[in-house]
């Protein structure tokens, strides 16, 4: 298993390093959405109570979760992409991969991608929403487990929709509900590390981590039948 | 090899295969031919074990086609070369075929020797397939089945879109496969061509088997 799983994600990989897609389509598109909030959310408005911050280094947690989301869809398209353009999921099938091999490489190929997103999107914030940073360990932490759910339950549900013609719209439906638990405990975990308390930020990441392990176990688990069906 | 009888296999709902008669012994090059939508491509995918069996009985290699463990066990000892490429665009030639040679567990040191073989070992190597012409293409593709080694070689208009040389380097292959001790199955529309090398045809149409003939003999009942 763990061998096809490395397989599956030094291919898709090498197919990234070959295409840039991530770097050369979906960070400008994340830069972008940034940006948008930034400009629809005025810098100058002020939140009651919270010690003059503005509402845009307030809201920055959230803001920045919803554009990884949306980010994350697109490198979730873009993985099955490769596979359903030209029958390489039924060359899968025939080559025998352990699917669950295929589902853990393929997560971790999104992972990684949106990880290296992240660093950039993540100093984006940063610079343009202007919020503190109370713990860079705990940030890393958080964005790294958060990363491993939304990848591990976004690929279950672009795995499921790959062999249908509509799925670059059914894959937002399906994959935006299963991971807005993802995002809520991201955001309040972010909050957290960028302004404390701390121990609530720990909390946060632990229910992440459960998040992460849950995605990924049920995806080991149904990735057989799914691929059965595509 | 290959014991179909009455196998149906539904494609949306629709019948493609509506009981299909058809036994292939080892070491056979059995032709396909039918008019377009007569199930050609269907049965070679049921027999790849890819297409659902819902109805009738049906063992390839020994294996039960009813089963989903046992259709695992069919993929992976058969070879399909259909109408898409199964390699991946934005990859090099050499990438894909050792890609797929891992994939599929294969020899690591047949690759060098398999892409000298296809013409595919000078600079073709570091091309990508996007950037390969349809021959050239076909010929990666084939490269993977030959890593594959398969028991039978399931092959969906293996000639089309090449040039002369290209489909009597195709016969050339399939020939070297049958020496090697494989079964081949073939759907064409090109009937000249795949008569030369056929030890049997069979005609489909409408998803059935309608007739079947030894060699290039005509006419002969459906067996």
């Known amino acids: 298993m763990l061998r096809d799983a490395w397989l599956m994600a030094s291919k898709d990989l090498r197919i990234e390093w070959a295409t840039r897609v991530g770097m050369g389509q979906i960070l400008p598109f994340g830069g972008l959405v940034l940006i948008l909030f930034g400009l629809a959310i005025s810098p100058d408005l002020a939140v009651a109570g919270s010690d003059g911050r503005s509402l845009l280094a307030q809201a920055a947690p959230g803001l920045f979760w919803i554009t990884v989301l949306l980010a994350s869809l697109l490198a979730l398209g873009r993985s099955f992409a490769v596979e359903s353009t030209d029958g390489n999921l039924d060359a899968l099938k025939m080559a025998g991969l352990d699917p669950a091999g295929i589902f853990l490489g393929k997560s971790a190929a999104v992972a990684a991608q949106l990880l290296a997103l992240q660093v950039i999107l993540g100093i984006g914030a940063f610079v343009l929403y202007g919020p503190p940073l109370a713990d860079l360990v705990l940030l890393s932490v958080i964005v790294i487990l958060a990363t491993l759910g939304i990848s591990a339950a976004g690929t279950v549900y672009a795995a499921l929709a790959s062999g249908l013609t509509v799925r670059d719209t059914l894959v937002p439906l399906l994959v935006l509900p299963v991971v807005a638990p993802v995002l809520l405990a991201a955001t309040k975990a972010t909050e957290a590390a960028v302004y404390g308390p701390l121990d609530n930020g720990w909390s946060w990441a632990m229910l992440l981590g459960v998040f992460a392990l849950l995605y990924a176990g049920v995806g080991m688990l149904a990735f057989g039948p799914i691929m059965e069906e595509s | ?223």
């Open chain 2, 1 to 223: 090899m290959v014991n179909l009888a009455g196998a149906i296999s539904l494609i949306g709902g629709f019948p493609a295969l509506a009981g299909v008669d058809l036994t292939v012994d080892d070491g056979e090059i059995v032709v396909l031919r039918g008019p377009n939508g007569a199930g050609k491509s269907t049965l070679l995918r049921l027999c790849a074990g890819l297409a659902p069996l819902n109805g009738g009985t049906g063992t390839i290699l020994g294996h039960d086609l009813s089963s989903r463990e046992e259709r695992r066990r069919i993929r992976r000892e058969t070879g399909l070369l259909a109408h898409q490429t199964f390699l991946y665009d934005e990859l090099t030639v050499e990438d894909n075929i050792r890609f797929w040679a891992k994939a599929n567990r294969a020899d690591p040191s047949t690759v060098e020797p398999i892409l000298d073989r296809l013409d595919l070992g000078g600079r073709l190597r570091t091309v990508k397939i996007s950037d390969l012409s349809a021959g050239q293409r076909r010929r990666a593709s084939v490269a993977v089945m030959v890593c594959r080694r398969p028991k039978i070689w399931l092959l969906d208009e293996p000639h089309a879109g090449l040039d002369q040389s290209g489909r009597d380097f195709i016969d050339d292959i399939v020939r070297h496969a049958v020496r090697f001790g494989a079964t081949v199955i073939i759907a064409s529309h090109d009937h000249e061509r795949v008569s030369n090398l056929a030890t049997r045809t069979v005609h489909l149409v409408g998803g059935m088997v309608t007739g079947a003939a030894e060699g290039r003999q005509e006419g002969k009942n459906a067996s």
